[in-house]
C-alpha cells in the first residue's frame, strides 16, 4: 500500500475530511413553534449558500419550500441545515408546514 493512500485512509478514519460545503455563506433560521426568526433572508444570486435551521420550539417542524425543492423535519431543540444551490433573482417562499397558515417567510435573492 503506498504511503499517500495509507495516509489518505487515516484521515479518512479520523474524520479529517473537510466537507463539500465548508466555506459557504450560511444564515441562521429559527423556527419557533409558528415563528420564523428571521421570516426574510437577502442573499446574492448565484450563490450557493448554507441556511442553518434551528427548532427552538417545543414542538416539532418542516421547513419547506416548493421552488427551492427542500424539505427538512427537526424535533424540538434539533439543529440541521440544508445546502442551497445557486439562485437567479427574484423571491423563493418557505414555511413551517406544521405550522401553517402563519409560518411563512422568503428568501429575496440579488
Excluded: C, W
Excluded at 71 to 88: M, Q, W
Amino acid at each position: 500500500m503506498s504511503k499517500f493512500l495509507r495516509a489518505s485512509l487515516l484521515m479518512l478514519s479520523l474524520g479529517v475530511v473537510m466537507p463539500a460545503f465548508a466555506g459557504l455563506p450560511s444564515y441562521d433560521l429559527e423556527l419557533k413553534d409558528g415563528a420564523l426568526t428571521p421570516n426574510t433572508l437577502e442573499v446574492k444570486a448565484g450563490e450557493r449558500f448554507k441556511l442553518n435551521l434551528h427548532n427552538a420550539g417545543k414542538s416539532p417542524v418542516e421547513f419547506e419550500s416548493q421552488r427551492l425543492r427542500q424539505e427538512k423535519v427537526l424535533a424540538p431543540g434539533a439543529k440541521s441545515f440544508v445546502v442551497i444551490p445557486p439562485l437567479k433573482k427574484g423571491e423563493y417562499e418557505f414555511f413551517d408546514e406544521f405550522h401553517l397558515p402563519d409560518a411563512k417567510g422568503k428568501i429575496i435573492v440579488q
